[in-house]
């Protein structure tokens, strides 16, 4: 059950970036741009939150899942503070 989950939550940051940044192309509104971008991250973040506690579960990759994840929300505050009118 728990792969599923972790799948799951990778796959749907996965189809929301694919469609922030679609939409991005098509409008060139640079908040989907960030929103995208950090979809993408969150994605990256959940693919290692699978290959950590799924995959190889004796190696320690909190730190690399947290890193992207924050780097990820950073990426949104600032499409949200500096890019939003």
Request: hydrophobic fraction near 60%; aromatic fraction near 12%; charged fraction near 15%.
């Amino acid at each position: 059950m728990e792969r599923t989950v972790y799948i799951l939550g990778a796959l749907v940051g996965l189809i929301c970036a694919v469609l922030l940044l679609r939409a991005y192309g098509r409008v060139k509104q640079r908040l989907l741009l960030w929103s995208g971008l950090c979809f993408a991250g969150l994605t990256i973040s959940n693919l290692l939150v699978f290959i950590d506690l799924i995959l190889f579960p004796e190696v320690n990759l909190y730190m690399w899942r947290l890193g992207t994840a924050v780097v990820a929300m950073l990426l949104l505050v600032y499409g949200l503070v500096w890019e939003s009118e």
